[in-house]
């Protein structure tokens, strides 16, 4: 009863649930990046009835969160919490096979014991650790399509590079689909910041810009001439972002 009124308070209160699970004696916060991996955490080191408690949220039904629906934010509303990097290039093969190669970086990481990045292994391949800031270990499993990140303390960032099948040729020319991105915990939805670069230089390629303009919770900045384009979002909810090249 009072885990369940805790959470009550908290969330009536629009905090986020870090702040719940560090007042219990926790340091498990959830997040999921749909586009190519999921992110678990272990929950071995819980008691049977802090899992429990962690776990229920039956009690929360009728509390107003944010269920999925796509929310534009501000830069500053989502400073200092996880970000997601994506950067991609699309190369000539890439037009007859499909695949790019890619480097994710994961930013502002919370503490925990152990993090696994698992990615899809029908659509990724060839992955290499680029990089890793306050964690202990870092582990490629590649025969399994994860990383194994042990130790991971207060605002880790890894970074992980590899080929992800993400190109898709379409009757208007090539579709670089990605999403859906969220940070979830339990019904709810949190803030993050997604910046994704893609390069195409070493195609004929152009991207069709429509609908790319710069407002609330995006930017984007394209040379036609580096053929590049960095797309950034700030949002809360679930995002599915569409690039979209064509032949010149």
């Not at 190369?91 to 096979?97: E, G, P, V």
Request: hydrophobic share 35%; aromatic share 8%.
């Amino acid at each position: 009863m009072i885990a369940t009124q805790l959470k009550h308070s908290l969330i009536a209160q629009k905090q986020p649930l870090k702040h719940l699970l560090l007042s219990a004696g926790l340091s498990l916060f959830a997040f999921n990046s749909y586009a190519d991996i999921e992110i678990s955490q272990d929950l071995s080191d819980l008691t049977e009835a802090e899992r429990a408690w962690l776990e229920d949220d039956s009690g929360l039904d009728a509390i107003t969160v944010n269920g999925g629906q796509l929310n534009w934010l501000t830069e500053a509303q989502t400073a200092g919490q996880y970000g997601l990097e994506n950067s991609l290039t699309v190369t000539q093969t890439s037009l007859t096979d499909g695949w790019v190669t890619f480097t994710q970086c994961h930013n502002n990481l919370d503490p925990i014991r152990k993090i696994v990045v698992q990615y899809n292994s029908n659509n990724t391949r060839g992955l290499t650790l680029q990089s890793s800031e306050k964690i202990e270990s870092v582990n490629i499993d590649e025969s399994n399509r994860a990383a194994v990140l042990i130790g991971v303390k207060k605002h880790a960032r890894v970074c992980i590079s590899g080929e992800s099948k993400s190109l898709e040729e379409t009757a208007d020319g090539y579709l670089v689909k990605r999403g859906p991105y969220m940070r979830k915990f339990l019904d709810g939805y949190y803030p993050m910041a997604l910046k994704e670069t893609i390069k195409w230089q070493q195609t004929d390629l152009k991207l069709n810009t429509t609908g790319m303009q710069t407002q609330l919770g995006q930017s984007f900045d394209y040379s036609g001439q580096s053929k590049t384009l960095i797309a950034q979002y700030w949002f809360e909810g679930r995002l599915s972002p569409r690039y979209v090249l064509t032949e010149d």
